[in-house]
């Protein structure tokens, strides 16, 4: 009997957890982005455990973003640098979210659920009222509805496909908290549709400095791009922020962003030589050179993969519509179930 219901248990496979993230498509991915984002998700899409939704948020950059070209090439670009570091499209969906139309069906749905108390606490909203403020502006000077009901697209973007984790910056954590409040909400009312989310923080994951030792971020103006060609990329590293420290005077790894990149690239074992060559006073031009050589020693295969895809469009674009298709398995008979839910539905 024992042997009976151990033999039973080793059939019943693991329900598998179900990943979610989105990537909003401005500006082009830089360095931040990989080891952040990108390094982290491809290897997850590798693994048998977790089944991955990957989607390119472009109706979410319409929030920021009012350039039409800067849109669609965005989203070519980080579509083709994805696919060009291995993400594995044929296990993962990976699709653009404007090719899901029960992401905006869904969305209303949401807003008609979702307190508008709540979205005068999202952080984005609440940070562009207090520049208002502090410029002597009225509150709402330059807001959107997109910037308001932000959050309810996201919640959107998760709750249709059941995403068990939702991997992001710290930055997003508020939002998956209110995906989870709104779908918490829809339940209630409405019956057990949902999942309801989690959002996961990789604390192990670094958090780049850019160009002048802040947080390197498209906002700033101080990042490295992921794909450059050898020159260039060499040239923005040469541009990194360094003191005055001479050669052979010794030089603090932790404050330095030029030893933060190389840690994010290296093994543990050529992390302790740079933080022992730091002590020894290395140049800041070797130490410069030993990191471009790392960084693109990691980059080169994928920066001709990713120059091949900017110039094959058409692949990457079957490619998204392949993870439509798939994402749409889901999507259709989901909203079909959550408009019966809410009393649309046919008369007869
Ligand atoms: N708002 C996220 C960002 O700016 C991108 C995003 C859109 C997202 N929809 C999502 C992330 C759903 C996770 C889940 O980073």
Redesign the pocket.
């Known amino acids: 009997m024992a042997a009976e219901q151990a033999g039973l248990a080793t059939e019943i496979t693991m329900p598998k957890q179900r990943m ?5 498509t401005t500006g082009t991915p830089h360095l931040g982005n990989y080891v952040g984002a990108i390094k982290p998700a491809v290897a997850a899409s590798h693994q048998d455990q977790y089944e991955s939704f990957y989607f390119l ?1 472009d109706y ?1 950059a319409l929030i920021k973003c009012h350039d039409p070209e800067e849109i669609h090439r965005s989203t070519l670009e980080i579509a083709a640098s994805w696919l060009a570091l291995g993400l594995d499209a044929e296990r993962a969906v990976f699709y653009r ?1 404007s090719d899901i139309p029960e992401i905006p069906e869904l969305a209303w749905l949401l807003n008609c659920m979702s307190a508008k108390g709540l979205m005068n606490r999202a952080h984005a909203y609440k940070a562009a009222v207090h520049e208002n403020e502090a410029a002597g502006e009225d509150a709402d000077f330059g807001i959107t509805m997109g910037l308001f009901s ?1 959050p309810v ?2 919640a959107a ?2 709750l249709l496909f059941n995403a068990d984790k ?1 991997p ?2 710290r ?2 954590i508020q ?2 908290e209110m995906a989870r409040d709104i779908g918490q909400r829809f339940n209630h009312h409405f019956g057990g549709h949902f999942v309801l989310p989690e959002a996961v923080v990789d604390d192990d994951v670094a958090v780049l400095q850019g160009l002048d030792g802040r947080k390197m971020s498209k906002s700033y103006g101080n990042t490295i791009p992921l794909f450059l060609s050898e020159k260039q990329l060499k040239k923005h590293i040469n541009k990194i922020k360094t003191n005055l420290l001479e050669p052979g005077e010794p030089k603090d790894p932790e404050s330095s962003a030029v030893f933060q990149i190389w840690q994010a690239f290296a093994s543990a074992e050529q992390t302790a030589e740079m933080r022992a060559a730091f002590a020894d006073g290395i140049a800041w031009g070797e130490a410069k050179k030993r990191l471009f050589e790392l960084v693109d020693a990691e980059l080169a295969p994928a920066r001709d993969r990713y120059q091949a895809l900017l110039e094959a469009p058409e692949e990457v674009e079957s490619t998204l519509q392949d993870g439509a298709r798939r994402a749409r398995d889901y999507s259709r008979p989901m909203i079909e179930r959550l408009r019966d839910a809410v009393g649309i539905r046919p008369l007869v």
């Open positions: 979610l993230t989105g990537i909003t948020a979410h979210q932000y697209l996201m973007d998760i939702v992001v910056g930055d997003q939002h998956v």
